[in-house]
């Protein structure tokens, strides 16, 4: 598939689709490497589903160009586009059995009946579906039905194959294990992918690279960890798991290290990779599950970066208590792993929160 | 295996009647409306069942009184020369001897179709001749007119002897076949159209395949008079050989007629495949024609055959179109009615209207229990804002071709009416004139046609929806037996209907005809499905769990039903009531044998006047009645509006 050649697979170039005044996609830049899995995930109403129709040619665009493996497709129609889509619910033609779905793409191309047939018992194979060609997608379940139309979209080995929310339809313990056959798929194959999701978890889970977007606008591209680790602004960090912000002044600047002023507490914190100077007024992001939380007795060796706070509320989910403490008039969340072997805190315990001294940074905006 | 099958359907059955027995509310409910259905829906389609049957002889019965008392010589003297003189009479078919001890009995039968009065005479010149030989034993002479019915298929032998007889059937069944083709394949078009075509062609196609609903049936077949009958404007200027009277006339007006059926049933099929799965199939790299014939037509293929059928049923039923503009070509329902009113031959008739029933009940079985269920019912995902996927040139312009002829010809057959409203005689005298409409019988047939329409619209509804409610929600023993019974006034032709009602409610203690109450009771009878069905498929979207909710806050069922499922099936009833109110004003078929001088409907006056040749009148007539159904109906959206309930 991939033909060794370094150049991205896809290119999106100022790409901008508007449904009347709506702009769904607002000037969106972006290109894919060979053999990579990509994720656009947003809030609903993002535009991530339209850009992805975009690329398939369901959407025509506004403005803007859209390459593919260097042939420009902007204004091809979707049948003559080497692409291949997964729908949300799977459009599985249910007049026809799952063989004459998979085999649609190649009867159109006039292939010949035994090299359809081989290449029907091939795929199904693929996706673990042998001996169930001949069933009709209505007896089929959910997931099964997810494997035929992923089977159905490879069948023309697509230069890019498109997966609109394919997961969205399926139970959750369903939706975890396809996600990683899926993944597992597209790294033996070494399929480029673009994979559109509402789902922070499964974005996360299955992507080389996110492109978070929202009001029809990219936020941020990056490869899971940077998203998680160092979302660009409040929406990002926001949007992809829970987060704790504090926001604060730089009053003293040291090296490596600065105070950071929060409401009453100083935190010792190391200098953020972009330029700072005292006065600043920053926000410290933080995940509750790198708050370390110990009961107020507790004596403490280090008593840097400490808060104290009292439990609001305590939800024990299993691997993790979530704890909703307050500190001041600031509510904080923590997440603490393996309540089972360090205890469980009461609602209106006192507490003391220790905070890590590597903490993101965002500028405070001004909206 | 049929034993245990049987008893399972034994034991539901007595299970549900238990049940059913329980609730004497529901009961009681249950029993008024299925007697309803059986005295105005099955029991007047089953006479003409059984008069099919059945051959009627007129008979002569000769009743001699006795003089002498020993009966063996009575029987020599008098009963004997009776009997062999009458044997030789022409048209006697069978004679039988009921002598007893006072009188001597002859029945006479003579053949069917026999001028009676012409036996009864041959009969009283042959006994006359007699007279001297038996003067002494008898004592005076009595003669009887009578019929004789009996159980016979000798008048189903006649129909398939007889090529004037089974041709209509023959004719009947070719028209409907012609008919559904054309009708699917044009409605198919405008559906097409209506739904991927450009925007400029969507809105004059969807109004085009409707508009010819409002007009009474036989409308179309009116206007192509006009145009290509014998003094047709087509026909005169360009001097043609033939004109439109016969099979192109009775084609042509069908497709008119049925063309909103089809459209509406294709349309609502088309709309519902997802445009997902085109996408699917374009993203396979399906070409638009691919797709059409890949996709589309495959999977409406089931509701496209649903549409077929109802097309079939209601061509065959055709009665309006046929009369006026067949041109001596014969067909099943109005040959039924030429054979009842001109020729009193109502056992032909009956058969006539066998052959009727048989196709239609064929499709309709097919339709409504092997069919059901057999549609692709999509799952969409979320509702897309879906781009209009460009109409290919390669299926527009074939579509196009059709279409556009179609259209224009629709548009031109409502033109020719209002031309012929306003016109003296058309052709002939082509001067303005407003006199049509100065008609005092027809102003009068508008206004029984309104209180016959609209006293049917108040009954089908509120029969059919709380129907629908006992069929839907209630578990009542044989449900489908009397769902069907409930839906067979629609499957049944309106020919059928109108000479069953004849049949049975002609005799006390159900003397009904000649009343206006049965022509309101047949129309509502005819319709009751359309709300029947309006009602199954609202409260199949109503959760159960609603009325689950108010009985669980104590509410009766009764309560339940008025304060709770009433108020969400109201639509239904609205639904019901604009549909047999509209189907009401254009009645023709049942209606034409229920009639009586006084209560003539406007739809039928306009057929009696267009027959005569009054075609003026006839159009202008047509005109009023389609304002009036107009009037009603924007009365009743304006309705609608202020009380913020929806109607259509």
């Known amino acids: 598939m991939a033909n060794g050649n370094d150049s991205p697979v896809l290119e999106l170039r100022n790409v901008t689709k508007r449904f009347g005044n709506l702009v769904a996609v607002n000037n969106i830049s972006f290109s894919l490497e060979r053999g990579k899995l990509v994720t656009f995930v947003g809030p609903s109403g993002c535009g991530k589903t339209t850009l992805l129709r975009t690329v398939s040619g369901f959407a025509e665009l506004d403005e803007g160009q859209i390459i593919l493996d260097g042939e420009d497709i902007t204004n091809m129609p979707p049948n003559g586009r080497d692409t291949a889509m997964v729908f949300q619910a799977y459009a599985l033609f249910p007049h026809m059995t799952v063989a004459h779905n998979i085999g649609f793409g190649l009867r159109v191309r006039k292939k010949s009946k035994p090299e359809i047939d081989a290449e029907v018992e091939r795929l199904l194979a693929l996706v673990q579906m042998d001996g169930l060609g001949d069933r009709k997608p209505h007896e089929l379940s959910g997931g099964q039905q997810q494997r035929v139309a992923l089977a159905r979209a490879l069948s023309l080995h697509p230069k890019i194959l498109l997966l609109d929310e394919p997961l969205s339809n399926l139970d959750a313990n369903l939706r975890v294990s396809m996600r990683e056959e899926v993944r597992k798929l597209q790294r033996r194959l070494g399929l480029s992918v673009i994979f559109v999701t509402h789902d922070q978890e499964e974005a996360m889970s299955i992507s080389d690279l996110l492109v978070v977007m929202d009001h029809g606008v990219v936020k941020q591209i990056g490869s899971p960890t940077e998203i998680y680790e160092h979302p660009i602004d409040e929406f990002v960090a926001n949007f992809i798991g829970h987060i704790n912000f504090f926001p604060g002044e730089v009053i003293d600047l040291s090296g490596d290290e600065m105070t950071f002023k929060i409401s009453q507490t100083n935190l010792k914190v190391e200098v953020p990779p972009f330029p700072v100077s005292v006065g600043d007024r920053l926000k410290a992001v933080v995940r509750p599950e790198s708050i370390d939380i110990v009961s107020a007795e507790k004596e403490l060796s280090d008593r840097e970066n400490v808060l104290e706070g009292r439990v609001e509320f305590g939800m024990y989910i299993g691997s993790i208590m979530r704890l909703t403490i307050a500190v001041g008039d600031q509510t904080v969340y923590v997440d603490e792993a393996d309540p089972q072997h360090k205890g469980i805190f009461e609602d209106g315990q006192k507490v003391k929160l220790v905070l890590k001294k590597r903490i993101h940074m965002l500028r405070e905006t001004s909206d | ?648």
């Open chain 2, 1 to 648: 295996m049929s034993l245990s099958l049987q008893n399972s359907f034994l034991h539901e059955l007595a299970s549900d009647t238990r049940h059913f027995l329980r609730r004497p509310g529901l009961a009681a409910l249950t029993s008024v409306a299925v007697i309803l259905i059986l005295l105005f829906i099955v029991f007047p389609v089953g006479s003409v069942l059984l008069k099919s049957f059945t051959v009627t002889y007129p008979t002569v019965t000769v009743r001699c009184q006795s003089k002498v008392s020993n009966r063996a010589d009575f029987k020599e003297l008098v009963t004997g020369p009776i009997l062999g003189a009458i044997r030789s009479i022409e048209g006697v078919e069978e004679t039988r001897e009921l002598t007893d001890e006072e009188s001597s009995v002859v029945v006479v039968r003579f053949r069917r179709d026999w001028d009676d009065l012409r036996g009864l005479n041959d009969i009283k010149r042959a006994v006359q001749k007699l007279q001297g030989t038996f003067a002494l034993s008898v004592e005076n002479i009595k003669y009887e007119l009578g019929q004789e019915t009996i159980k016979s298929l000798a008048t189903y032998g006649r129909f398939f002897s007889k090529s004037y007889y089974y041709r209509a059937l023959k004719n009947s069944i070719v028209l409907a076949i012609v008919t559904t083709t054309i009708v699917v394949f044009v409605a198919f078009c405008f559906a097409y159209l209506g739904l991927h075509g450009p925007g400029f062609i969507k809105a004059p196609l969807r109004v085009l395949g409707l508009l010819p609903l409002i007009a009474p049936p036989f409308i179309f077949a009116l206007s192509l008079i006009l145009i290509g009958g014998r003094m047709g404007i087509l026909t005169r200027l360009l001097h043609l050989p033939f004109n439109l009277y016969g099979w192109p006339g009775v084609i042509t007006a069908q497709m008119i007629t049925f063309l909103p059926l089809g459209y509406l049933l294709i349309e609502n099929v088309l709309r519902s495949i997802g445009s997902h799965l085109d996408e699917a199939a374009s993203d396979m790299g399906a070409s638009g024609v691919d797709i059409l014939f890949k996709v589309t037509i495959p999977l409406s293929a089931p509701g496209i055959l649903k549409a077929a059928l109802l097309v079939f049923i209601m061509s065959i039923a055709d009665f309006g179109n046929p009369m006026l503009i067949g041109g001596g070509v014969s067909f099943l329902a109005t040959d039924a009615y030429f054979l009842w009113i001109s020729e009193n031959n109502l056992e032909m008739a009956a058969v006539f209207c066998v052959f009727l029933v048989l196709p239609s009940l064929i499709m309709f079985v097919i339709h409504q229990y092997i069919l059901k269920g057999r549609e692709y019912t999509t799952i969409g995902g979320k509702p897309q804002q879906v781009e209009e996927r460009r109409i290919s040139p390669k299926i527009f312009y074939p579509m196009m071709a059709v279409a556009i002829p179609v259209a224009l010809m629709i548009i031109t057959c409502f033109g020719m009416i209002l031309i012929g409203a306003f016109t003296k005689i058309l052709m002939i005298d082509n001067s303005f004139t407003l006199e049509h409409f100065q008609s005092t019988n027809g102003l009068r047939s508008l206004l029984t046609s309104l209180k016959f329409a609209f006293g049917a619209a108040l009954i089908a509804p509120i029969f059919g929806v709380t129907l629908s409610y006992i069929l839907v929600r209630k578990r009542i023993p044989l449900k489908r037996v009397v769902e069907f019974m409930a839906l067979l006034g629609f499957a049944v032709p309106g020919t059928v209907m109108g000479i069953g009602y004849i049949l049975f409610f002609n005799s006390p203690p159900l003397k009904l005809t000649g009343t206006f109450i049965i022509l309101i009771i047949n129309e509502a009878a005819r319709n009751l499905s359309v709300s029947l069905e309006a009602g199954v498929a609202k409260l199949h979207q109503i959760d159960i769990a609603i009325e689950e909710a108010a009985i669980d806050m104590g509410a009766s069922s009764f309560r339940t039903f008025t304060r709770v499922v009433l108020p969400l099936i109201s639509s239904a009833l609205a639904a019901g009531f604009v549909y047999t109110f509209m189907v009401g004003m254009i009645a023709v078929s049942a209606v034409i044998f229920l009639i009586t001088p006084g209560n003539n409907l406007a739809s039928l006056y306009i057929l009696a006047v267009a027959e005569e040749g009054f075609l003026g009148m006839a159009c202008a007539i047509s005109v009023m009645l389609i304002a009036v159904v107009m009037i009603c109906l924007g009365g009743l959206k304006l309705l609608a509006h202020y009380t913020k309930t929806t109607i259509f």
